[in-house]
């Protein structure tokens, strides 16, 4: 049987990667060595680092859903994909809060491009990336697999490609 399922995942830097490993690496010392609560503080939040989010699709049963990628291993629950009409690529701020003992010190702003798929009034996001080229390769891709338009709204002016 083929497989006609299509899977996006946001890619992490090799910094962030490197750092999510470090950290989890400096938990299970300190769980070992030092202080439990301490190291699994230091797990919990590699993981977080870790952790990949995405859309799957499976074009054969019409069904999506929203990923959570940990070290190739997927999760999310399956739904049934709306009548969707044309998918948005447009380009939002995105804020990361850094925290210290509890209270937020400061917010960290990114800018980030979305991949909205639209059916009636409503939406839901299909992927996120910070290139503006990668963002239109998968919405060509889409385009292609759902049969539906692209909205180009990266720019002030929209445009429908």
Same mark, same amino acid.
């Given at each position: ?5 299509? =899977? ?8 962030? !990667?490197?750092?999510?490993?470090? &950290? ?6 300190s769980?070992l060595?030092?202080?439990? &609560? ?13 952790l990949? $989010?995405?859309t ?5 049963? +019409?069904?999506?859903? !929203?990923? /959570?990628?940990f070290f190739?291993?997927? %999760?999310?629950?399956?739904q049934?994909? #709306?009548?969707?009409? /044309?998918?948005?690529? %447009? +380009?939002?701020?995105?804020g990361? #809060?850094?925290n210290? @003992?509890?209270?937020t010190v400061? =917010?960290?702003?990114?800018s980030i ?5 639209? @059916?009636?009034?409503?939406?839901f =996001?299909? /992927?996120?990336? $910070?290139? +503006?080229e990668?963002? %239109? ?9 759902l049969?539906?338009d692209?909205l180009?709204? =990266?720019?002030? $002016?929209?445009?429908?490609?």
């Amino acid at each position: 049987m083929e497989k006609y399922t299509i =899977t996006y995942l946001r890619k992490n830097s090799v910094i962030k !990667t490197i750092f999510g490993v470090l &950290l989890g690496l400096a938990g299970l010392a300190s769980v070992l060595f030092l202080s439990i &609560l301490m190291g699994f503080m230091c797990i919990g939040y590699s993981l977080k680092l870790l952790l990949r $989010e995405g859309t799957q699709i499976d074009l054969a049963s +019409k069904t999506y859903r !929203t990923v /959570y990628s940990f070290f190739g291993l997927l %999760f999310g629950k399956w739904q049934p994909i #709306p009548p969707v009409e /044309y998918v948005s690529v %447009f +380009k939002t701020r995105e804020g990361t #809060p850094a925290n210290l @003992y509890g209270a937020t010190v400061a =917010t960290v702003q990114t800018s980030i491009i979305h991949l909205n798929l639209f @059916y009636g009034s409503k939406h839901f =996001t299909a /992927y996120k990336t $910070e290139d +503006k080229e990668d963002a %239109f390769k998968v919405a060509n891709h889409l385009k292609l697999a759902l049969d539906i338009d692209i909205l180009d709204a =990266t720019e002030k $002016e929209k445009k429908w490609l």
